[in-house]
């Protein structure tokens, strides 16, 4: 007991301390901001104040404590550490043996986890019975299951609302027919969030995301949008675009009101739009205003996002969407930022007018106090910079759009927004510009944009052209530093950006790096690709380098002898070419590894492959070297057996080259009479 109130009133005392202090520094505090900023008050919030108080403009508040929001520390820790280039996807840490060390596998492994979690959270939600014990302290909703039946069965408004919510589609109608063949009356608000559900998913149940299913395989070598469309798997927005039925529910339904209001339209209107309805869209928009009602700002925007749908010429286009917009001044009818950005996208389809109304159209929006996102700079870029249009005298254009971003940190407000570091880092691909490619990959990195570029498979072609860039226009020592720090880490490369960074090193004359780059190779599962493979023996076997490089060099080429013969991990064998043996053969000499090569000569006969004379020539100039007179022969009854022309050659360089013996030289003399008769 002495113990406790000796503890109680040392805290007690060290409590008065810190009271006093705090009120100390706080004094000092507003003396100092006074003597600096003599025409203005300060005023210091009490303990219990968690707000800034109300004050004039020339007072400044200084809340004595600020409420931290719970992910704070978190923020706070994470802010001290830098991405680990050595380290996997954040997603494949839990399990090293899951961590992936090539494309394929990494779309392999991230496939698998999102199917076994969805599996998980399938049986989750089909038996909840089974899981109803909450672990988690505090409570954390989304750990238990959902509720994905029904459980209203008698026929009632409660149970249509409840259908809506879970989004079942085709029980949503059925309930609302049995409901208006019985005489039950149904709200126009509920009547609307049916339509709404209808219109969005297009008359047909939503695929279950937590339903396990077949997903297609991805396309290994993804540089663009095309081939990442191709290389999406089976996904719900895929399905989703089947065409706008005639007279479906959604066009019953709708008839069945007696007053249809704004809301009904304009749900009516956007899925005729989302489902490439556009002309009956516009003749629902003009039966919305003989009704004598007004649209919201969505019904405009799906119209305006419709009109080069509708109008072939582009002026025809320009004018229905400057028409529109007149239509919402009338009608008072703000727009927002998805009004600019319909606008925006749908000048990508008006040719060189897009070019002479996109600025216009942004210094509108800023004008209405509306910022533009990246999904409207993203637009702008795709006006003025078209795939494969040439791009001379327009850089200045990608320079103001970075002008603006740079150093903002955005908010996804548009689903176009992950096509922003996609579309600039093309633009700065086809204008070889490398010093804006370095400000779109720093815009990258500021706040949470990185959250803004996409899907693995978007995020895959913006490190492509990246990396490719990097391998056109920079030194190979930046190069490099750039290649370990995005690769494997965020980046696994295809088999061209290999090949681009080969060229890279044969530009900059850095074949010693080859050993290096070969491992790699293997280890991201391009081993089995032949013309990567080709490409890189014919840079081995150009020249010939110092003995430590020549020796590295050999051992690499025996490297890729071997997995001609091996494979990699059960893939398709390559096959031997004649250059490729040539190439090896040529590494080899230059190594004087001249047993390794004698038996990689073999497999020219081994694999129907017929040598040029010019390496026979060099292979002979080696023989001389070691003086081997038997080699030499049988060099030359290997040419007399493919009847090279130029074996008479051979023979004359070993006769006068090489001392012989007699029976060397009653050899050659059968040869050289063999070589003379198949001529």
Same mark, same amino acid.
């Given at each position: 007991?002495?113990?406790?109130?000796?503890?109680?009133?040392?805290?007690?005392?060290?409590?008065?301390?810190?009271?006093?202090?705090?009120?100390?520094?706080?004094?000092?505090?507003?003396?100092?901001?006074?003597?600096?900023?003599?025409?203005?008050?300060?005023?210091?919030?009490?303990?219990?104040?968690?707000?800034?108080?109300?004050?004039?403009?020339?007072? %400044?508040?200084?809340?004595?404590?600020?409420?931290?929001?719970?992910?704070?520390?978190?923020?706070?820790?994470?802010?001290?550490?830098?991405?680990?280039?050595?380290?996997?996807?954040?997603?494949?840490?839990?399990?090293?043996?899951?961590?992936?060390?090539?494309?394929?596998?990494?779309?392999?492994?991230?496939?698998?986890?999102?199917?076994?979690?969805?599996?998980?959270?399938?049986?989750?939600?089909?038996?909840?019975?089974?899981?109803?014990?909450?672990?988690?302290?505090?409570?954390?909703?989304?750990?238990?299951?959902?509720?994905?039946?029904?459980?209203?069965?008698?026929?009632?408004?409660?149970?249509?609302?409840?259908?809506?919510?879970?989004?079942?589609?085709?029980?949503?109608?059925?309930?609302?027919?049995?409901?208006?063949?019985?005489?039950?009356?149904?709200?126009?608000?509920?009547?609307?969030?049916?339509?709404?559900?209808?219109?969005?998913?297009?008359?047909?149940?939503?695929?279950?995301?937590?339903?396990?299913?077949?997903?297609?395989?991805?396309?290994?070598?993804?540089?663009?949008?095309?081939?990442?469309?191709?290389?999406?798997?089976?996904?719900?927005?895929?399905?989703?675009?089947?065409?706008?039925?005639?007279?479906?529910?959604?066009?019953?339904?709708?008839?069945?009101?007696?007053?249809?209001?704004?809301?009904?339209?304009?749900?009516?209107?956007?899925?005729?739009?989302?489902?490439?309805?556009?002309?009956?869209?516009?003749?629902?928009?003009?039966?919305?205003?003989?009704?004598?009602?007004?649209?919201?700002?969505?019904?405009?925007?799906?119209? %305006?996002?419709?009109?080069?749908?509708?109008?072939?010429?582009?002026?025809?286009?320009?004018?229905?969407?400057?028409?529109?917009?007149?239509?919402?001044?009338?009608?008072?009818?703000?727009?927002?930022?998805?009004?600019?950005?319909?606008?925006?996208?749908?000048?990508?389809?008006?040719?060189?007018?897009?070019?002479?109304?996109?600025?216009?159209?942004?210094?509108?929006?800023?004008?209405?106090?509306?910022?533009?996102?990246?999904?409207?700079?993203?637009?702008?870029?795709?006006?003025?910079?078209?795939?494969?249009?040439?791009?001379?005298?327009?850089?200045? %254009?990608?320079?103001?759009?970075?002008?603006?971003?740079?150093?903002?940190?955005?908010?996804?407000?548009?689903?176009?927004?992950?096509?922003?570091?996609?579309?600039?880092?093309?633009?700065?691909?086809?204008?070889?510009?490398?010093?804006?490619?370095? *400000?779109?990959?720093?815009?990258?990195?500021?706040?949470?944009?990185?959250?803004?570029?996409?899907?693995?498979?978007?995020?895959?072609?913006?490190?492509?052209?990246?990396?490719?860039?990097?391998?056109?226009?920079?030194?190979?020592?930046?190069?490099?530093?750039?290649?370990?720090?995005?690769?494997?880490?965020?980046?696994?490369?295809?088999?061209?950006?290999?090949?681009?960074?080969? *060229?890279?090193?044969?530009?900059?004359?850095?074949?010693?790096?080859?050993?290096?780059?070969?491992?790699?190779?293997?280890?991201?599962?391009?081993?089995?690709?032949?013309?990567?493979?080709?490409?890189?023996?014919?840079?081995?076997?150009?020249?010939?380098?110092?003995?430590?490089?020549?020796?590295?060099?050999?051992?690499?080429?025996?490297?890729?002898?071997?997995?001609?013969?091996?494979?990699?991990?059960?893939?398709?064998?390559?096959?031997?070419?004649?250059?490729?043996?040539?190439?090896?053969?040529?590494?080899?000499?230059?190594?004087?590894?001249?047993?390794?090569?004698?038996?990689?000569?073999?497999?020219?006969?081994?694999?129907?492959?017929?040598?040029?004379?010019?390496?026979?020539?060099?292979?002979?100039?080696?023989?001389?070297?070691?003086?081997?007179?038997?080699?030499?022969?049988?060099?030359?009854?290997?040419?007399?057996?493919?009847?090279?022309?130029?074996?008479?050659?051979?023979?004359?360089?070993?006769?006068?080259?090489?001392?012989?013996?007699?029976?060397?030289?009653?050899?050659?003399?059968?040869?050289?009479?063999?070589?003379?008769?198949?001529?």
């Amino acid at each position: 007991m002495v113990f406790d109130h000796a503890l109680g009133v040392m805290a007690s005392s060290c409590s008065r301390a810190l009271r006093h202090h705090a009120c100390k520094s706080n004094r000092i505090l507003r003396i100092h901001l006074q003597n600096s900023w003599p025409n203005r008050s300060f005023v210091v919030n009490s303990a219990a104040d968690q707000q800034p108080a109300v004050s004039s403009l020339e007072e %400044i508040v200084i809340p004595k404590k600020k409420t931290w929001s719970k992910e704070a520390v978190l923020q706070a820790l994470a802010s001290t550490v830098n991405r680990d280039p050595t380290a996997s996807d954040y997603r494949f840490q839990d399990d090293p043996y899951l961590a992936p060390k090539t494309s394929l596998d990494f779309k392999l492994f991230s496939l698998s986890q999102e199917s076994g979690r969805n599996a998980a959270k399938y049986f989750i939600n089909k038996y909840p019975n089974y899981f109803q014990k909450d672990y988690a302290h505090p409570h954390i909703p989304c750990l238990m299951p959902e509720t994905l039946e029904a459980q209203i069965e008698e026929a009632s408004e409660a149970a249509l609302a409840e259908r809506v919510q879970l989004r079942k589609v085709k029980a949503a109608v059925d309930l609302y027919d049995h409901l208006q063949q019985a005489g039950t009356s149904v709200s126009l608000d509920l009547t609307n969030e049916l339509l709404e559900l209808i219109c969005f998913y297009g008359d047909c149940d939503p695929a279950q995301e937590n339903v396990p299913h077949q997903r297609s395989e991805e396309t290994e070598d993804v540089q663009d949008e095309p081939l990442a469309r191709k290389a999406r798997g089976a996904r719900a927005s895929d399905v989703l675009k089947a065409p706008w039925k005639e007279n479906n529910n959604a066009e019953r339904i709708f008839a069945l009101l007696s007053e249809p209001n704004t809301r009904s339209y304009s749900a009516l209107i956007r899925g005729m739009v989302k489902y490439g309805a556009y002309a009956k869209a516009f003749s629902t928009y003009t039966d919305l205003l003989n009704s004598r009602l007004t649209a919201d700002v969505h019904i405009f925007n799906a119209l %305006i996002a419709a009109a080069p749908e509708v109008q072939e010429k582009y002026n025809e286009k320009w004018e229905l969407i400057v028409d529109l917009l007149k239509q919402m001044a009338e009608q008072k009818v703000k727009p927002n930022l998805l009004t600019f950005n319909a606008v925006l996208k749908a000048l990508r389809r008006c040719g060189a007018l897009g070019k002479s109304q996109a600025f216009p159209v942004i210094s509108e929006m800023k004008a209405l106090n509306i910022d533009p996102c990246l999904a409207s700079y993203a637009h702008v870029l795709s006006i003025f910079y078209k795939t494969g249009a040439p791009v001379q005298g327009q850089k200045d %254009i990608l320079q103001e759009v970075m002008y603006e971003v740079s150093g903002r940190s955005f908010t996804p407000q548009d689903p176009d927004d992950a096509q922003f570091f996609i579309t600039a880092m093309r633009i700065c691909l086809e204008t070889k510009d490398i010093e804006q490619a370095y *400000r779109v990959h720093e815009l990258l990195g500021v706040g949470e944009n990185w959250r803004l570029m996409g899907n693995d498979v978007k995020q895959n072609i913006y490190y492509a052209r990246f990396f490719s860039l990097l391998c056109l226009m920079e030194h190979v020592d930046v190069m490099m530093k750039w290649y370990r720090d995005l690769i494997p880490s965020v980046y696994y490369p295809s088999s061209n950006a290999m090949t681009d960074l080969l *060229r890279a090193l044969d530009t900059e004359n850095r074949l010693d790096l080859i050993p290096q780059i070969w491992k790699d190779i293997k280890t991201l599962g391009h081993a089995n690709r032949q013309k990567l493979v080709e490409d890189l023996l014919a840079l081995m076997a150009r020249e010939t380098h110092s003995p430590q490089v020549q020796d590295s060099l050999a051992d690499c080429a025996l490297d890729i002898k071997s997995m001609y013969s091996t494979g990699d991990r059960g893939k398709s064998l390559m096959s031997w070419t004649a250059g490729s043996l040539s190439d090896v053969i040529s590494v080899l000499l230059a190594a004087h590894r001249t047993p390794d090569a004698w038996e990689t000569l073999k497999l020219f006969k081994t694999h129907n492959r017929v040598p040029s004379v010019a390496l026979l020539n060099r292979f002979l100039t080696c023989v001389k070297e070691s003086g081997d007179v038997d080699q030499a022969v049988e060099l030359v009854k290997i040419s007399a057996g493919f009847c090279l022309p130029d074996t008479h050659t051979l023979i004359q360089r070993i006769q006068q080259e090489f001392e012989l013996s007699q029976q060397h030289k009653s050899i050659l003399s059968d040869l050289e009479i063999q070589s003379f008769n198949s001529d």
